[in-house]
């Protein structure tokens, strides 16, 4: 299975952009790239996913590398309620086209006010 | 609100019993998932049910069994508890299972076993 690598921990301060990190050098040609977060005593969430292109929405932009061995979660101004775990994930097509959700250790995001 | 539907929310039971998990998935989602939570182990993927069949298993134990029935709601069995089996279990559903698809979590069952 492809694999992902995050930090284990990141800051930032309340209102600045924040730039999560993920690194899946061993990504194949149909693996999508999701992101999802959990917040504290909640289930996870899902917030953005993408293949190829770099992907915005509602909550967050998506920057996936051109050789897409990496990408980057983009949240444009962290508020109080972003502090969670981020997830970054890689939907594996399996030969039976089965498919799962499989989830690494993630970075935690400390906001500060 | 998710939409997906987790009971009981909080369950205490003692080594060596059993216990039933009930997951109720959003409306016209086929596909069910569920995932383990442990401090010291993180979200482990445990197994997926499609349309009522099983479709995918990761680290389920043998003690451990899953169901999804033709209304599309889904079981997990735990039997002859363990300490370590207390954490947190998650459901979640997708439309069908697919890999471009996102997942709506529960709110989870948070078992403890004493």
């Known amino acids: 299975d492809a694999k992902t690598t995050q930090p284990n921990s990141m800051e930032s301060n309340e209102e600045e952009p924040v730039h999560l990190p993920c690194n899946h050098s061993?990504?194949?040609?149909?693996?999508?790239i999701h992101w999802y977060r959990q917040l504290p005593s909640q289930g996870p969430e899902y917030v953005i996913h993408?293949?190829?292109s770099n992907v915005n929405n509602r909550m967050a932009s998506l920057a996936i590398a051109e050789d897409r061995k990496s990408s980057t979660l983009i949240l444009h101004r962290a508020t109080l309620r972003d502090a969670a775990v981020y997830y970054c994930?890689?939907?594996?097509?399996?030969?039976?086209?089965?498919?799962?959700?499989?989830f690494g250790p993630g970075t935690s995001l400390s906001v500060i006010p | 609100d998710s939409g997906v539907t987790q009971t009981p929310k909080h369950l205490i039971t003692a080594t060596g019993q059993r216990v039933t998990l009930r997951c109720s998935p959003r409306?016209?989602?086929?596909?069910v998932y569920w995932y383990q939570q442990s401090l010291d182990q993180g979200l482990q993927f445990l197994i997926q049910?499609?349309?009522?069949?099983?479709?995918a298993k990761g680290n389920i134990l043998e003690r451990f069994s899953a169901q999804q029935f033709p209304d599309l709601h889904s079981e997990l069995n735990l039997s002859s508890l363990e300490l370590g089996d207390s954490a947190l279990y998650f459901c979640?559903?997708?439309?069908?299972?697919?890999?471009?698809?996102?997942?709506?979590f529960g709110q989870g069952t948070r078992l403890t076993v004493v």
């Open positions: 994930i890689l939907r594996d097509f399996m030969k039976t086209s089965y498919d799962k959700v499989i």
């Open positions: 061993t990504i194949s040609g149909t693996d999508y």
């Open positions: 979640a559903s997708s439309e069908q299972g697919a890999r471009d698809e996102e997942a709506f």
């Open positions: 993408g293949l190829t």
């Open positions: 409306s016209g989602d086929l596909s």
């Open positions: 049910y499609y349309n009522g069949e099983e479709r």
